[in-house]
């Protein structure tokens, strides 16, 4: 079988990458091994989204007396929450299938093997095995669970994000070890079905790699919700604590609790591609790539969280895309600084471009606007008091390289400040723009007038 891009996975970034050659008249074969839709559709943001809209809803049930309706407090059911969210996902999995047909991918279900440069064997479910050679070959296998190499992580009790999505009740007592966004979704999830829940993040502060402050916001909001918050706790050895029970052990104390979940144990999935034998290399374990998503061998590309980075689903779907125009012969670059990051905590987070901190170090003097949530009547109105949006803005002319929110709907108001990185806007330009009313966006105008006021 020939085509132009053999496109090694299924998840955002194969798919987007597959749907690009198809647009741009080339031929595409993908194959996956599991499912159409990878780790983002079936264990990873869908199924965490819908799972944590349970979770809203029963906050919502708990808070109802508060807006005068009757509060109820029946206890949840997993079982239940589960099968909704998988009609979910199998809804928007037949929408994938029938997208690439469509378009005119060819699809085979079944687990490929790299043989050669450009040339992948894939064994289809049926037994069958085909061949498949392109003018260029696109790794996107994604990433896979790594546990951290500690004494004891195998103890009964250690749970990665698939056991949290599979679990049929709320552990007693849990404790999530990693504070970045899928650590405190999982936490607050449980949190609201019924577990104590203690979040370690081993850093100095939550969603390492955000803007500090903005972390800072959301750490005294969980609190304030009764979620407890431990920084600079890294465990160094697990153990079985009696029937049920799993210790953990490090420098900063000592603890016990039903599950422990590890959030942060994501790895690019290298281990099966023959990646020395194809001349291309890795970086901290991850395939590396240029901006053009290409690896240093002739015709072969790498997208998403198999190239390490930002590791989220927007990345992969961008960078595939990449891939695919450049494989077609257009110029084409990935900008990480374009791309946002939206979190489904309670409230959101989101951000795109540099922190205060990042732009410093990018050699950029700049000024921080700053809007508190608690000052918009739509946040009020949805009864959320507490939050921050803060733009930062590079002297002299005002530019804005940095847009970080914690609130109410940050991760669709983050739309907006995307737009404005992408159109090198000014913070004048979002401080001048009319937004409906009540909206969570006048925060973001308000902050970029107190941007503009500094310069
Ligand atoms: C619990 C959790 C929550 C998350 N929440 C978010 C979120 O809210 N927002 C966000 O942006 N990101 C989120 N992510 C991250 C997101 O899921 C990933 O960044 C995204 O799926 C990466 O896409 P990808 O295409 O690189 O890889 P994947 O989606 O992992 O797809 C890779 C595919 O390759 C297939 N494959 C692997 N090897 C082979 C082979 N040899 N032959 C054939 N097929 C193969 C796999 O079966 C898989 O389907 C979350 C992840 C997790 C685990």
Same mark, same amino acid.
């Given at each position: 079988?020939?085509?132009?891009?053999?496109?090694?996975?299924?998840?955002?970034?194969?798919?987007?990458?597959?749907?690009?050659?198809?647009?741009?008249?080339?031929?595409?074969?993908?194959?996956?091994?599991?499912?159409?839709?990878?780790?983002?559709?079936?264990?990873?943001?869908?199924?965490?989204?819908?799972?944590?809209?349970?979770?809203?809803?029963?906050?919502?049930?708990?808070?109802?007396?508060?807006?005068?309706?009757?509060?109820?407090?029946?206890?949840?059911?997993?079982?239940?929450?589960?099968?909704?969210?998988?009609?979910?996902?199998?809804?928007?999995?037949?929408?994938?299938?029938?997208?690439?047909?469509?378009?005119?991918?060819?699809?085979?279900?079944?687990?490929?093997?790299?043989?050669?440069?450009?040339?992948?064997?894939?064994?289809?479910?049926?037994?069958?095995?085909?061949?498949?050679?392109?003018?260029?070959?696109?790794?996107?296998?994604?990433?896979?669970?790594?546990?951290?190499?500690?004494?004891?992580?195998?103890?009964?009790?250690?749970?990665?994000?698939?056991?949290?999505?599979?679990?049929?009740?709320?552990?007693?007592?849990?404790?999530?070890?990693?504070?970045?966004?899928?650590?405190?979704?999982?936490?607050?999830?449980?949190?609201?079905?019924?577990?104590?829940?203690?979040?370690?993040?081993?850093?100095?502060?939550?969603?390492?790699?955000?803007?500090?402050?903005?972390?800072?916001?959301?750490?005294?909001?969980?609190?304030?919700?009764?979620?407890?918050?431990?920084?600079?706790?890294?465990?160094?050895?697990?153990?079985?604590?009696?029937?049920?029970?799993?210790?953990?052990?490090?420098?900063?104390?000592?603890?016990?609790?039903?599950?422990?979940?590890?959030?942060?144990?994501?790895?690019?999935?290298?281990?099966?591609?023959?990646?020395?034998?194809?001349?291309?290399?890795?970086?901290?374990?991850?395939?590396?790539?240029?901006?053009?998503?290409?690896?240093?061998?002739?015709?072969?590309?790498?997208?998403?969280?198999?190239?390490? +980075? %930002?590791?989220?689903?927007? &990345? =992969? !779907?961008?960078? @595939?895309? $990449?891939?695919?125009?450049? /494989?077609? *012969?257009?110029?084409?670059?990935?900008?990480?600084?374009?791309?946002?990051?939206?979190?489904?905590?309670?409230?959101?987070?989101?951000?795109?471009?540099?922190?205060?901190?990042?732009?410093?170090?990018?050699?950029?003097?700049?000024?921080?606007?700053?809007?508190?949530?608690?000052?918009?009547?739509?946040?009020?109105?949805?009864?959320?008091?507490? +939050? %921050?949006?803060?733009?930062? &803005? =590079? !002297?002299?002319? @005002?530019? $804005?390289?940095?847009?970080? /929110?914690? *609130?109410?709907?940050?991760?669709?108001?983050?739309?907006?400040?995307?737009?404005?990185?992408?159109?090198?806007?000014?913070?004048?330009?979002?401080?001048?723009?009319?937004?409906?009313?009540?909206?969570?966006?006048?925060?973001?105008?308000?902050?970029?007038?107190?941007?503009?006021?500094?310069?």
């Amino acid at each position: 079988m020939e085509a132009d891009l053999v496109v090694l996975g299924g998840g955002p970034a194969g798919v987007y990458a597959a749907l690009r050659v198809r647009e741009l008249g080339g031929r595409a074969v993908l194959v996956e091994r599991e499912h159409l839709g990878g780790t983002c559709l079936h264990r990873g943001c869908v199924p965490t989204v819908a799972s944590l809209q349970a979770a809203h809803l029963r906050r919502a049930q708990l808070e109802g007396a508060t807006w005068g309706l009757a509060a109820s407090t029946g206890a949840p059911d997993l079982e239940t929450l589960r099968h909704r969210r998988d009609r979910t996902v199998r809804h928007l999995q037949t929408a994938t299938q029938d997208y690439l047909r469509e378009a005119g991918v060819e699809v085979l279900l079944g687990t490929g093997r790299v043989t050669g440069p450009r040339s992948v064997e894939v064994e289809e479910r049926s037994g069958r095995q085909v061949q498949v050679t392109g003018r260029a070959l696109l790794l996107a296998v994604g990433a896979g669970f790594s546990l951290p190499e500690l004494p004891g992580i195998d103890s009964p009790g250690v749970w990665t994000t698939d056991h949290a999505l599979d679990a049929t009740h709320p552990p007693g007592e849990l404790a999530v070890l990693g504070g970045n966004f899928i650590g405190i979704e999982w936490a607050q999830f449980f949190q609201t079905m019924g577990s104590r829940v203690v979040l370690l993040e081993p850093g100095p502060h939550l969603l390492p790699g955000e803007d500090a402050e903005i972390a800072e916001v959301l750490q005294f909001i969980l609190e304030q919700g009764g979620l407890e918050v431990r920084l600079n706790w890294a465990p160094e050895v697990f153990s079985q604590a009696g029937p049920g029970r799993v210790s953990l052990r490090g420098p900063a104390g000592e603890l016990q609790a039903d599950r422990v979940l590890i959030a942060d144990c994501r790895r690019p999935l290298v281990h099966g591609l023959p990646l020395a034998d194809l001349g291309v290399e890795t970086v901290g374990g991850a395939v590396a790539v240029d901006d053009r998503q290409a690896t240093g061998a002739q015709g072969i590309y790498a997208a998403g969280d198999v190239t390490g +980075g %930002m590791m989220l689903s927007q &990345a =992969a !779907r961008a960078q @595939g895309v $990449v891939a695919a125009e450049n /494989m077609m *012969g257009l110029e084409s670059r990935f900008d990480p600084a374009g791309c946002p990051r939206a979190y489904h905590t309670v409230p959101e987070v989101a951000a795109v471009g540099l922190t205060e901190a990042q732009a410093a170090e990018a050699g950029l003097e700049t000024v921080a606007g700053r809007a508190e949530i608690g000052f918009n009547a739509r946040a009020l109105t949805l009864g959320k008091e507490l +939050g %921050m949006v803060k733009v930062v &803005a =590079a !002297r002299p002319h @005002g530019k $804005v390289v940095g847009v970080h /929110m914690v *609130g109410p709907l940050a991760t669709e108001v983050i739309g907006q400040a995307v737009l404005a990185l992408r159109l090198e806007a000014l913070a004048e330009d979002l401080a001048g723009l009319v937004h409906g009313h009540p909206t969570v966006a006048e925060a973001l105008a308000e902050a970029a007038q107190d941007a503009a006021r500094q310069l």
